[in-house]
């Protein structure tokens, strides 16, 4: 299906793919640097950001999206990308590894390594997100983004460092969340995300040490499920690439 996507770069194709509620955007503090290297194509998932929602009759669930996310690459002539996710995006980065239809997958915080009350947590926690970004009006969004307090408090739970992110991408993402019409389905799929099948291309797993959405005890069961140490992103939260660019880039690029 076709999406909404940024390409930069030159060189082996590299598809990077957003949480839920966000946009391609989030990618912007690292995708100068992966285009270095790559040709870096960050996307739009259906019903997020500037793309169309998913066909009538398809449900919301990461398996749906991720057959997007094959089926874009395909009507690009992409064969075999390397693929990052964060997020909703880790776990469809290790879902297309599963499939073996990528050539690599490195997963940022992936979902679906949740215990029932960690799971319960953070759709309580996105659940609240969006019910704010959709209650504030235009002016309070800009004066939270402008305010270094106010960005703080509402940013502070998916990044380490809210000072690093800046006021502009903050009121996008805002308008990003309040705005996706896949959000609700998707977040209530969630209760049935189990960890996808082992992997049949090599991934990586990276976690935040600071992830204050999907806590980092829950890399410790993406390390046993994957066989492999998880790295820990030092200094970052649940969304890292605006809290340490360059470490977020070398980790995709040695993925």
């Known amino acids: 299906m076709e999406l909404a996507f940024e390409r930069r770069g030159a060189g082996a194709p590299l598809i990077l793919i957003h949480?839920?509620?966000?946009?391609?955007?989030?990618?912007?503090p690292v995708i100068d640097g992966l285009a270095a290297a790559r040709t870096v194509?960050?996307?739009?998932?259906?019903?997020?950001?500037?793309?169309?929602g998913l066909p009538e009759g398809i449900p919301y669930t990461a398996e749906s999206l991720a057959d997007a996310v094959e089926s874009f690459c395909a009507l690009l002539?992409?064969?075999e990308p390397h693929v990052a996710g964060n997020s909703l995006g880790g776990y469809i980065a290790l879902e297309l590894a599963a499939r073996g239809v990528v050539r690599t997958a490195t997963a940022l915080s992936p979902a679906g390594f949740w215990s029932r009350s960690e799971l319960v947590y953070c759709q309580s926690v996105?659940?609240?997100?969006?019910?704010?970004?959709?209650?504030?009006?235009?002016?309070q969004v800009v004066r939270t983004?402008?305010?270094?307090?106010?960005?703080?408090?509402?940013?502070g739970v998916l990044v380490?460092?809210?000072?690093?992110?800046?006021?502009?991408?903050?009121?996008?993402a805002t308008q990003a969340?309040?705005?996706?019409?896949?959000?609700?389905?998707?977040?209530?799929?969630?209760?049935?995300?189990?960890?996808?099948?082992?992997?049949?291309?090599?991934i990586s797993i990276a976690w935040g040490e600071h992830d204050r959405l999907l806590l980092r005890r829950q890399a410790v069961r993406a390390a046993r499920w994957s066989g492999q140490r998880v790295k820990l992103l030092k200094g970052c939260g649940h969304v890292p690439m605006s809290d340490d660019p360059d470490l977020v880039t070398r980790v995709i690029l040695e993925g």
């Open 160 to 172: 380490a460092h809210p000072s690093r992110l800046s006021p502009t991408a903050l009121i996008a």
């Open 177 to 202: 969340l309040g705005r996706a019409s896949g959000f609700d389905e998707t977040l209530e799929s969630f209760s049935g995300l189990m960890p996808p099948a082992p992997p049949k291309s090599p």
């Open 19 to 28: 949480g839920i509620g966000h946009h391609w955007q989030a990618w912007t």
């Open 126 to 139: 996105l659940r609240a997100l969006r019910a704010s970004a959709r209650a504030m009006p235009q002016g």
């Open 77 to 79: 002539g992409v064969r």
């Open 145 to 155: 983004a402008e305010n270094p307090m106010l960005r703080a408090v509402s940013a």
């Open 41 to 52: 194509i960050a996307l739009d998932l259906p019903g997020f950001g500037a793309s169309p």
